[in-house]
């Protein structure tokens, strides 16, 4: 008999991918999103329900006989943020709302839980190379949130004895992507100069299929108990590869705007997550490879072409 596998925020950035993808294995795919998905965005035979992951009793109602759970509904960063308390706002969906849905899990007696949180439960930038093992020290509301949220999944696989995977992703890129490489995707396309405050920097990314596979993995893969894994890219890349990328995608010669030291310190001039993303931010996912056997499949260029492409097509431009 087919598993079912209940999948929350499945109308979200890494969602549809993550649905089309377990589908294909022969599962039942329950959706559950805050959005009515679009037209044709889920196969057919896909069940959607339409619910909030703060109501307890529309999760619980929702998660009836579920083998699996994928947890990738959350409140994501937010570039304007416009929320008088943010982390009060944060906790109410990725603490609160991961609570329910573990909760509801562990009474509905599934099997694995794969939740997706984010590197930034770790920190914002780092000179050198984290693991699972560095130390924690989440700076922002989104990713002191993140960190919570962890706790949350620990501590009740500890009590309901259930598998769980926990996957830290860095920036995700593919199609439905936002945020601050959406706006480089822009920039590029108006042929401006990129201002190049680190001209050195690296950082972890990963292409949303290797995170699709990756989810495939640790559902078949994974260990008793919880599982903390960091997922990224075979490579790292810095902002000057990056942007030059995407201005190939788009055919346009790609420029950079070298900025002095001096002024990147000057407040006001550079927004604090135009500064994060030309930072230095890497992990690595050894863990995830020696423990089992995962290596992306997706390379970079594949990933940024598709990315360009969604966006010439989206609407977003």
Not at 2 to 23: E, K, N
Not at 45 to 70: F, L, P
Not at 246 to 275: H, M, N, Q, W, Y
Request: include cysteine.
């Amino acid at each position: 008999m087919a598993q079912t596998i209940f999948i929350t925020g499945a109308t979200g950035a890494v969602g549809p991918s993550v649905v089309h993808a377990l589908y294909q294995t022969g599962a039942r795919i329950r959706t559950f999103s805050f959005d009515v998905p679009s037209p044709g965005l889920f196969p057919s035979r896909v069940e959607i329900v339409i619910g909030d992951v703060t109501s307890q009793t529309a999760v619980k109602s929702a998660m009836e006989n579920a083998d699996v759970v994928v947890h990738l509904a959350a409140r994501n960063h937010v570039l304007k943020e416009t929320a008088k308390d943010p982390l009060a706002e944060y906790r109410k969906v990725n603490v609160e709302g991961t609570r329910n849905v573990i909760q509801s899990a562990a009474d509905s007696g599934v099997k694995l839980f794969i939740h997706l949180s984010s590197v930034k439960a770790m920190g914002e930038e780092s000179e050198s190379i984290l693991d699972e093992e560095s130390k924690c020290v989440p700076k922002t509301p989104y990713g002191i949130s993140k960190l919570e949220s962890e706790d949350v999944v620990r501590a009740e696989v500890n009590q309901s004895g259930m598998r769980a995977v926990i996957l830290r992703l860095p920036i995700v890129y593919g199609p439905r992507i936002k945020g601050n490489l959406l706006r480089m995707i822009r920039w590029a396309e108006r042929g401006l100069p990129f201002p190049l405050l680190q001209p050195d920097n690296l950082r972890s990314m990963i292409y949303v299929e290797n995170v699709v596979a990756g989810i495939l993995a640790t559902q078949e893969k994974s260990h008793r108990g919880v599982s903390t894994y960091l997922l990224k890219d075979r490579e790292d890349c810095s902002t000057r590869h990056l942007y030059s990328a995407i201005c190939r995608e788009l055919g346009k010669k790609p420029r950079f705007l070298r900025v002095p030291t001096a002024i990147t310190k000057l407040g006001g001039i550079f927004s604090v997550d135009f500064r994060k993303v030309t930072g230095s931010f890497r992990v690595s996912s050894e863990k995830i490879e020696r423990e089992i056997g995962f290596i992306p499949p997706g390379s970079f260029d594949e990933g940024i072409s598709s990315t360009v492409r969604w966006y010439m097509t989206s609407g977003y431009k």
